[in-house]
């Protein structure tokens, strides 16, 4: 992790905003405060950020709106901060797009390793190949591979003999991190990012249960797979080729 990473804490407690701010400045990282989701928007157009902190009870936009919205058009860690107990605000945040949760009250030291935890995963992550297969503006792409057809602006995954394949947002977000990064090895909590199945705890199976789902759905034998190849110790590798269709008039890429 750079431990000169941009921090952006939103809080509408000053208190708060404070002690994080001189908590995390005195342990190496670069810190920006914000009491609104106003103040939130000025400073990531004034600075990069590399991770935010994210209250969810803020004044007029609150958390989740702001992790919605930012999920939209960018994917900078989120780290979203609750109430003690609120469970459903805890699942609603992970499904909104955060990265992971705290809940108040909290010691500043469980706050700093989980930024530097979130930090380490995001660096980890491969990039999407030099097509540009997997960057938010081609998501109104369609992936082809093996005769499959995967419409990510719509959603749509239509098998090689014509018929659409319903898939839930799990399984699509998992679809797509595979066809973004084709004969890549892709660790379990690479996916978990990649995919936002970020309601999974480190080390937790659920991630190999999403993969036998969508195996059973475009596997000709799910338990001989040819597509989604596990790879012993190291996660998953997606072996087809990977093209994207015309769109527009564009050409095909190789």
């Not at 991770?51 to 936009?61: A, K, S």
């Not at 066809?179 to 690479?190: A, E, N």
């Not at 989604?228 to 998953?236: A, C, E, F, L, Q």
Request: proline share 5%; hydrophobic share 40%.
């Amino acid at each position: 992790m750079n431990t000169s990473a941009h921090i952006l804490i939103v809080d509408d407690d000053k208190e708060i905003r404070d002690l994080l701010a001189r908590f995390l400045d005195k342990h190496g990282l670069r810190v920006t405060v914000a009491a609104d989701g106003r103040d939130m928007k000025k400073a990531l157009a004034d600075w990069k950020i590399d991770l935010i902190v994210l209250d969810l009870m803020l004044p007029g936009e609150d958390g989740l709106t702001l992790c919605r919205n930012l999920r939209s058009e960018s994917s900078i860690p989120v780290i979203m901060l609750t109430a003690m107990g609120e469970e459903m605000d805890r699942i609603v945040g992970l499904e909104m797009g955060a990265d992971d949760y705290l809940a108040k009250p909290f010691n500043p030291r469980e706050l700093l390793a989980r930024i530097k935890a979130v930090l380490r995963r995001a660096d980890e992550l491969p990039q999407a190949s030099d097509r540009g297969t997997g960057d938010d503006g081609d998501r109104d792409r369609v992936y082809v591979f093996s005769g499959w057809n995967l419409n990510a602006q719509r959603r749509d995954l239509i098998s090689p003999d014509g018929v659409m394949v319903s898939l839930s947002g799990g399984e699509f977000e998992l679809l797509m991190a595979f066809v973004s990064h084709p004969g890549r090895v892709l660790s379990r909590d690479q996916l978990l990012d990649l995919a936002r199945g970020r309601e999974a705890q480190p080390f937790d199976r659920s991630m190999d249960v999403q993969v036998s789902r969508l195996r059973h759905k475009i596997e000709i034998d799910p338990k001989n797979p040819a597509l989604i190849k596990t790879v012993r110790s190291g996660g998953y590798m997606f072996t087809a080729k990977v093209q994207l269709a015309p769109v527009n008039g564009e050409k095909g890429a190789p």
